[in-house]
């Protein structure tokens, strides 16, 4: 084993030097704007855009009957098409399931820059000539009256999403993985995981992971396909205020895959785990997640505990445009026997979204093992769309 891995101790503090780096680049000492950041989430109002304009003495209701009634109605709903004479219906903001899942901060973009900036219509006029970023923050309080219902958890407590950490908020999403091992013989793993919300709280997710891995002559050993696995999430606790979110997940992992290979562990498995998340001062959040493993059939694999934790923070060198999300995670994991050694690896990565909407979205990172336990590096990439935002194609 141990000619097989003879950098082993570089790696890891390669690993740590790394992930100190790619964290710190980016780090603010600043926290005195830790309110206005928690309340903009991570659409990005470091400082005030606009110091120049006088604010207006007038309420976010005043304004918003002003500039904002005309298309989208005093009571929020919208108006007709017909009657205001657009192509695109004014959106709805008493539609919570709708509403919710938007940050303040990117509707604040939306009303500053027109629609275009997200990569809507430019039936959505521009105000930030006539409106500060502060008006608009008032209007956006506002807003958020029209939607009567307090239990469904706010869009900004979705945090980016890390590479393995699962995290909390509940989504509509597709996410399409590939980890790529790169030292000894290849192996590549894919994921496609599929996540419907229904109701307020809670998600359904589904995996389906297939992969290739190379055999010891070289050749690649195609179409693997990995154990399926199916659950549940439901949001426990949430905090707008506080930024907080917990939830509980239930899953199960069917033995769909081939048990000869790395990609079948020939027994269902049930899953049970928590998760996580916290908006911290200046962009900056936090995911944890931590579960159980419990094969059906003992003699297959043992029972194991793991443990996961994201630290990131969100960064937009344009205020209007892309956010970078470089993040770090620490991966834990024990089989629950006696005289078995804890895992640990770290997996520094930079999460970008990709087009206007900022619905797309892809995160590359590095898994490097921490422990002398001889598992292979990977390279790890994803591609997420959040499909309640728009087709894959939309809004670039
Ligand atoms: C001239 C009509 C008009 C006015 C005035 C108007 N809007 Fe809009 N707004 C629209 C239309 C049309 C859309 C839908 C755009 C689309 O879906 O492509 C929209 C969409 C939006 C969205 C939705 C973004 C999303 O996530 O779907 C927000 C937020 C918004 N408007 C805020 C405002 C605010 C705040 C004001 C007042 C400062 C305002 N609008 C004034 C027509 C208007």
Redesign the pocket.
Known sequence: MEKRYPHKSTHSFLAILISTLVFFAFSSVDGSDQFDRLKTGHSGFEQPLDTTMTESPMSGKE??VQ??????GMDGK??S?KQ?G??????D?TDCN?ANR?PDG???A??HQG?PV????T???A?GE??SVGE?QK??DH?RTFCTNKNWPRGELNLPRALVTEKAYPEDEVVVSSFIDVENEGAVINEIVYEQRFGMRNQIEIVLPFGYSQMPGGGWNGGHLGDLAVGVKRVFYHNYNSGTIFSLTGEVIVPTGDSATAFGKGTTVLEPFASFGQLLPAGGFLHVQTGLEYPMLQDKAGNEAFWRAALGKSINPDPWGRTWSPMVEMLGSKELESGTRVHWDLVPQMQITLNKRQHVMLNVGYRIPVDDAGRDSQIMIYVLWDWF?GGFFEGW
């Open positions: 304004l918003y500039a904002c009634s005309n298309c989208h919208g108006g098409v205001l657009l192509q695109t219906p004014p959106a903001f709708f938007e990117d509707w604040i939306v009303a629609g997200r990569g809507f219509s039936e959505m006029p105000f006539a409106l608009l209007i956006m807003v935002d």
